[in-house]
């Protein structure tokens, strides 16, 4: 491919990590243990294809729907299953190799995610990409989450980026990237990463 991009910018969840059995499996046993009763994954997913739902803890607590359960009773009981075990299972959807062709063509590689900085340094570190990529915005660099343009426009400015893409998977991914005025690639079933890289090489 014949590219004008200096640059690419990644979501990290459902994109770069697989995270089918942890942050989604979290939000489905947070749920079930407010609820009492068995979550379903479907349940899960649907709930967090809805717009303004990027938020692992909002989804949680969106789909336990109680006002007597407070939000920080959700997000502690969340972070105590994801963190105690659920973390580990997050296995990487494009190998170290493909991410290093990635990085040869185009240079600056950034992240523009909506988890927690130490969990996205996490799985920097844990997968050894700290030279893959030269900047990661988490939750906490920014004021406004996805789909808000901020984490985007802040990784934007961070690596000096004329002409980028954003790689996501997520309805909040496509309008963060649209209020970002940039163009944007989604991953799901029908465009799956290796395809996604297969075209950007």
Same mark, same amino acid.
């Given at each position: 491919?014949?590219?004008?991009?200096?640059?690419?910018?990644?979501?990290?969840?459902?994109?770069?990590?697989?995270?089918?059995?942890?942050?989604?499996?979290?939000?489905?046993?947070?749920?079930?243990?407010?609820?009492?009763?068995?979550?379903?994954?479907?349940?899960? *997913?649907?709930?967090?294809?809805?717009?303004?739902?990027?938020?692992?803890? !909002? =989804?949680?607590?969106?789909?336990?729907?109680?006002?007597?359960?407070?939000?920080?009773?959700?997000?502690?009981?969340?972070?105590?299953?994801?963190?105690?075990?659920?973390?580990?299972?997050?296995?990487?959807?494009?190998?170290?190799?493909?991410?290093?062709?990635?990085?040869?063509?185009?240079?600056?590689?950034?992240?523009?995610?909506?988890?927690?900085?130490?969990?996205?340094?996490?799985?920097?570190?844990?997968?050894?990409?700290?030279?893959?990529? !030269?900047?990661?915005?988490?939750?906490?660099?920014?004021?406004?989450?996805?789909?808000?343009?901020?984490?985007?426009? =802040?990784?934007?400015?961070?690596? *000096?980026?004329?002409?980028?893409?954003?790689?996501?998977?997520?309805?909040? !991914?496509?309008? =963060? =990237?649209?209020?970002?005025?940039?163009?944007?690639?989604?991953?799901?079933?029908?465009?799956?990463?290796?395809?996604?890289?297969?075209?950007?090489?």
């Amino acid at each position: 491919m014949n590219t004008k991009y200096d640059g690419l910018i990644f979501d990290m969840d459902g994109v770069l990590v697989d995270v089918s059995e942890s942050y989604r499996e979290a939000i489905r046993q947070t749920a079930g243990y407010f609820l009492k009763k068995n979550v379903l994954m479907s349940e899960v *997913n649907e709930m967090k294809n809805k717009s303004g739902m990027n938020n692992d803890w !909002d =989804a949680s607590y969106a789909l336990i729907n109680k006002p007597e359960i407070s939000y920080k009773m959700v997000k502690d009981y969340f972070q105590k299953i994801y963190l105690g075990g659920l973390i580990d299972k997050e296995k990487l959807l494009i190998s170290k190799q493909e991410l290093q062709f990635l990085k040869n063509k185009y240079k600056k590689l950034g992240i523009a995610t909506g988890r927690p900085k130490k969990e996205a340094e996490y799985v920097i570190k844990k997968n050894k990409l700290e030279t893959i990529f !030269d900047c990661v915005l988490a939750l906490e660099d920014v004021a406004k989450s996805k789909p808000a343009p901020d984490s985007i426009l =802040a990784v934007i400015k961070k690596l *000096n980026l004329k002409q980028t893409i954003y790689i996501g998977d997520s309805q909040c !991914d496509f309008l =963060a =990237a649209k209020l970002a005025k940039i163009p944007y690639i989604n991953v799901d079933k029908t465009k799956t990463l290796l395809q996604v890289i297969k075209y950007l090489l």
